[in-house]
DNA sequence: AAGCTAATCCGAAACGTTTCGGATGGTCAA
DNA sequence: TTGACCATCCGAAACGTTTCGGATTAGCTT
């Protein structure tokens, strides 16, 4: 099971059985295949920990997910994992998953991580607009990539133009006829919620229209539904709710239902994420789809490079996501008009879009 | 940075040094004092991958997530992560997470991982009721612990009495007054699969009733939504139908709205794992609460008792799932009774049962 | 004064790999 | 014949830690 075995059962040295395994030239086809052979007999696996002392690495990429009050199960960090799984593995990379809430406990992990040299790397993801954790990995010169831009800049990262996504998903309202249009974000210290908002003011900006109310809490529905609440039962009663992520679209859906309110018809919902629930929601829920593989695959890219000795700080993407248009969106009620009409005129702007989208 | 910086800079030996930081009581308090002083002042971090190299460890616990069609986005293996991560990181291990989809290529990711010596215990989910995983990881006589039971047993495992579950679930729609109960299932391959149906099986027979109609498939909204469709549309349409996972659970509940029947009264849905949409469903869905992070929580126990040296065939344990009653469902409609009675006695069942559970 | 014990410390080996800098022997040209 | 050159191989060091088996000293007993 290991180099000395082979070369003590083959006549030779570990040097040589070392540099046949590996593929160098100064060793003779004969002797390579010797080697191969016996290798293959007695099922030689190289032993990585070794490797990784002699090569002062550690072959593994970290990962933190962030553990709080309904922050768990978001589908986005699986399919991250799953999608950059295979990759990794074919790069020899081991991924360490670790867990821990936003704050102290959560930098003390990445501070564990490279001050005992577990990781070459790391991937950092629920990045925060001003994110201590890479201010950290920065100084400490640790290879990383962020899911989200920050402030700062001048580091990898792949992001979701959610500003672009939400200004896109504004002007639909606005298309549609909605002028009072509020918005259901994320906290605004973090990135995508800054950029999600952003969208959604730059949006009304252009269209010279007031701001709409909004409310800011972790994305999740409980969240959702609370603040749709609110926002329902404010003074002035928005036509259309824009919520950052599709889990807190799925609350304020739920809480039109509760005031009698039909998604699509009396109030227009949009999420963000096309989860697997938008699409069998109560009311099928337009949503906006990030290509959560493509993005993974990007920042793969980056950490290998990065790996390879390239400079990190001028890797940047921002990527589109495409609308997914359902049923929880339409034109604005015309107080006096009838649903049936209201139907019909809701469904051809659909199609519209739909077209639109495909094209 | 290492053990012979602070010996040269203390005019010690490297022995000392590690000696001292290791607690031994060979060395003098006075030196232990300056040794941990000068390792402070440094900042002095052992290396992991040393320290493993040197014990044949190497410090690290596997998973690999199953990548499939419609398998993702399963909020179960990131609440497993994010419950071990903690209380793994304490225990000063890493957790390596790979994915694969399910069959020759998830098994070589498991070779792959015990052959090259990167982890030193492994976790299975998913689990198959035999699977080759486990047959492997035995051979191996590597330590693992499941989540779920096999058929051949004997090894360390963690699982939810599904069995139990969905009988009392069966019961309670039995209680209903319905007697043609559907069942859409997951594969029966998967153990939990296996004992869902299993339970449901079980409490007809126990009450003398007929078996309803039955389909199986990768529990994902989609799937519950064509199934659903197919056993509405049957000759016996069942009036109540019982699902292996939320997920089939939502998606059935789509296809009654599709049919334009109304969960809780025309036909009663209860699902299983008491996700975050299940409360935010159209109809908040009557579901089973698996108790995912006390399960983890013992399966950490096992592990690490398995490292410890224990032998791990003894290891087993069976939890219960708490029911958490919603509005999916109910008692039977009464084909020539009034919605409104049916409402009322719907409450009152509810009630009892939510004091019972409670109790 | 000799032997014993306890308190401290340390050298060297070991874990398995990679790699630097030769070493050996043979062939070929000058 | 001698030097150059090539093909092939290898010894030893290094990565940083832990641990076995002493070694040294001082104090104490008899």
Redesign the pocket.
Do not use: F, I, K, W
């Given at each position: 099971?290991?180099?000395?075995?082979i070369?003590t059962s083959l006549?030779?040295?570990?040097?040589?059985?070392?540099?046949?395994?590996?593929g160098?030239?100064?060793?003779?086809?004969?002797?390579?295949k010797r080697v191969i052979g016996e290798a293959e007999r007695i099922g030689?696996?190289?032993?990585a920990?070794?490797?990784r002392?002699?090569?002062?690495r550690s072959d593994a990429v970290g990962i933190v997910l962030p553990t709080g009050p309904g922050q768990l199960g978001e589908p986005f960090f699986l399919r991250l994992i799953a999608a950059i799984g295979p990759r990794l593995a074919e790069a020899g990379l081991d991924l360490i998953v670790s867990s821990a809430r936003s704050g102290s406990e959560e930098l003390a992990l990445y501070r564990q991580f490279v001050e005992n040299r577990r990781v070459d790397a790391m991937i950092v993801a629920r990045t925060r607009l001003d994110d201590d954790r890479i201010a950290y990995l920065r100084h400490a010169r640790l290879p990383f990539v962020t899911h989200g831009r920050t402030r700062a800049g001048g580091h990898a990262s792949v992001d979701i133009d959610g500003t672009r996504a939400f200004r896109e998903a504004t002007q639909r309202l606005v298309g549609f006829g909605h002028c009072r249009i509020g918005f259901i974000g994320a906290p605004l210290d973090y990135s995508f919620g800054f950029f999600r908002e952003a969208g959604w003011r730059a949006a009304l900006a252009e269209a010279g229209l007031p701001h709409g109310p909004t409310r800011f809490a972790e994305p999740n529905e409980e969240n959702g539904h609370r603040l749709a609440h609110e926002l329902l039962a404010g003074p002035e009663r928005p036509t259309a709710l824009l919520c950052a992520t599709d889990r807190l679209a799925i609350g304020a859906l739920h809480a039109l239902g509760d005031a009698g309110l039909r998604p699509g018809y009396d109030v227009s919902v949009i999420g963000y994420d096309n989860s697997p629930v938008s699409n069998y929601a109560a009311t099928p829920l337009t949503s906006y789809d990030p290509d959560i593989e493509g993005a993974a695959g990007r920042m793969l890219d980056m950490l290998l490079a990065q790996l390879a000795g390239q400079e990190g700080a001028g890797m940047n993407e921002l990527r589109g996501a495409t609308l997914v248009p359902r049923r929880s969106d339409g034109p604005v009620p015309n107080p006096s008009g009838q649903t049936k009409s209201r139907t019909i005129s809701r469904e051809e702007k659909s199609d519209d879009e739909r077209l639109h989208d495909t094209a």
């Open positions: 099971m290991s180099l000395s075995q070369a006549g030779l040295s570990v040097t040589t059985v070392s540099r046949a395994l590996g160098y030239s100064d060793v003779a086809e004969t002797t390579r030689y696996r190289p032993n920990v070794a490797r002392l002699r090569g002062g």
